[in-house]
């Protein structure tokens, strides 16, 4: 059974920073390339990061670029999203999310786990 | 690219046809899939590629379209199936953005 589990939300003051983990089990960690995806309180859904299956190739959205920091350890079978320089709009729920490829194209995130909540506030 | 959903609100009744409508801003071939998301939960992969029923998936969800315009319908509303549902392109690699969202709730 796969599964994917969050940790490290916590409530931090503006300019803190924090670092998420994502543990994954149950499939082949390291075939699949990783995304987080958050949604602030009430809010829609905001793709944040990837990660390439091998760590080579990361990507960001523009509202986190140059502050938040995403790896992987595929020995440990574990997703990182390192957060700095944290505002109050990144309050937010953050999910680990598995990628699902057919053929050689991304086609959705099939797996996601529960969530870690951050809140940025003082 | 952007993504809109109509409508944004959707009330209904256990046995109706709903149909939501997902439109991008710009060409994204087949390169769309559904969520559905219940409260206090994760999102959950419904349709990839359009119309690709995910596995596990009950036969009454279906997904069409392509280019900019896509539709998800839901045959005969079953009372697990209120809830919010996402479209997200996955054409403009690796910034695969969702819609705002599609509430549907119970009439």
């Known amino acids: 059974e796969v599964q994917l589990v969050e940790s490290g939300g916590v409530v931090v003051q503006p300019g803190g920073s924090l670092r998420l983990s994502c543990a994954a089990s149950?499939?082949?960690?390291?075939?699949?390339?990783m995304h987080w995806v958050r949604q602030a309180p009430g809010k829609g859904l905001e793709w944040v990061s990837l990660?390439?299956?091998?760590?080579?190739?990361?990507y960001y959205a523009d509202s986190v670029k140059g502050r938040f920091t995403i790896s992987r350890d595929n020995s440990k079978n574990s997703l990182y999203l390192q957060m700095n320089s944290l505002r109050a709009e990144d309050t937010a729920l953050y999910y680990c999310?598995?990628?699902?490829?057919?053929?050689?194209?991304?086609?959705?995130?099939?797996?996601w786990g529960q969530g870690t909540l951050v809140t940025v506030s003082s | 690219i952007q993504l809109t959903q109509s409508p944004s609100f959707l009330s209904a009744s256990v046995g109706d046809r709903v149909t939501i409508t997902c439109r991008a801003s710009q060409g994204i071939s087949s390169y769309l899939a559904w969520y559905q998301q219940k409260p206090g939960k994760a999102p959950k992969l419904l349709i990839y590629a359009a119309s690709t029923l995910q596995s596990g998936v009950p036969s009454r969800f279906s997904g069409s379209g392509s280019g900019t315009e896509f539709t998800l319908t839901i045959s005969s509303l079953q009372p697990e199936d209120f809830a919010t549902y996402y479209c997200?392109?996955?054409?403009?690699?690796?910034?695969?953005?969702f819609g705002q969202g599609t509430k549907l709730e119970i009439k």
């Open positions: 990660i390439s299956w091998d760590g080579g190739s990361t």
């Open positions: 149950g499939f082949t960690f390291d075939d699949y390339a």
């Open positions: 997200q392109q996955l054409n403009s690699y690796p910034r695969y953005s």
């Open positions: 999310a598995k990628d699902q490829i057919l053929g050689s194209s991304s086609v959705g995130f099939d797996y």
